[in-house]
């Protein structure tokens, strides 16, 4: 059985960090494009970052140079670390995962895999 599970999430003040956490069982992190998505109230879901089987990476205009995606193979995990957190980045934050090399793609309906998400909350 898959399980993404994501952690770390909690509220911060502007201008601080977060370190989110996407600890994955019944699949294999480094076979997988892993990204992390995210959805404010009243808005629609978005691809945030995403990490390639190579470990390429790409970001979401509104997070580059802020946010930095990273995995721990030995540990199945993927990571989001946050910083210069924004009042717009409050959202809840959702690791999922897409059985592709390619992670061009940032269209949530492609992924194969979804955790459960975890609340940020980044007061201004």
């Known amino acids: 059985q898959v399980q993404l599970v994501e952690s770390g999430g909690g509220s911060a003040q502007a201008g601080g960090s977060l370190r989110l956490s996407c600890a994955a069982s019944?699949?294999?992190?480094?076979?997988?494009?892993m990204y992390w998505f995210r959805q404010a109230p009243g808005a629609e879901r978005e691809g945030v970052a995403a990490?390639?089987?190579?470990?390429?990476?790409r970001y979401a205009d509104s997070v580059q140079g802020r946010f930095v995606i990273s995995r721990d193979n030995s540990r199945n995990s993927v990571y989001l670390q946050m910083n210069s957190l924004k009042a717009e980045d409050t959202a809840t934050y959702y690791c999922?995962?897409?059985?592709?090399?390619?992670?061009?793609?940032?269209?949530?309906?492609?992924?194969?895999?979804w955790g459960k998400g975890t609340l940020v909350t980044i007061s201004s």
């Open positions: 019944g699949l294999t992190t480094s076979r997988l494009c």
């Open positions: 990490i390639d089987i190579y470990g390429g990476t």
């Open positions: 999922a995962a897409r059985n592709s090399w390619s992670c061009a793609s940032w269209d949530g309906g492609r992924m194969d895999y």
